[in-house]
Nanobody
Framework: QVHLLESGGDSVQPGGSLRLSCVYS????????LSWFRQAPGQEEREGIA????????GHADSVRGRFAISKDSAKNTLYLQLNALKPDDTAIYYC????????????????WGQGTQVTVSS
């Protein structure tokens, strides 16, 4: 079982930037992706927003493409999410996960969840 620990959440103004980090205990395996989900206030569903495969190939949801970027440093066992041009609608708890690569956007296919880190975008 892969253990995940996020950090980097904060309160920022619209248009600002943040970088979230997630330290993972071990590589999750070839068909398992590392990914980021988020859950907005008052919403039950968690939205898959970005994922990265073992070979470095990435995917991003339409809602964040061009503003957010997922990356990882395998030597440090650390996953990142760079958040730029933040909007109030980006306010959410952001979760680091392991997920089935072929369904990386679907929370039903998440294997492990981190504890989450809060991002608040407000003026």
């Amino acid at each position: 079982q892969v253990h995940l620990l996020e950090s980097g959440g904060d309160s920022v103004q619209p248009g600002g930037s943040l970088r979230l980090s997630c330290v993972y205990s071990e590589d999750p395996g070839r068909e398992t992706c590392l990914s980021w989900f988020r859950q907005a206030p008052g919403q039950e569903e968690r939205e898959g927003i970005a994922a990265i495969q073992d070979d470095g190939e990435t995917g991003h949801a339409d809602s964040v493409r061009g503003r957010f970027a997922i990356s990882k440093d395998s030597a440090k066992n650390t996953l990142y999410l760079q958040l730029n041009a933040l909007k109030p609608d980006d306010t959410a708890i952001y979760y680091c996960t392991t997920v089935k690569c072929s369904r990386w956007w679907d929370s039903d296919y998440v294997y492990q969840w981190g504890q989450g880190t809060q991002v608040t975008v407000s003026s």
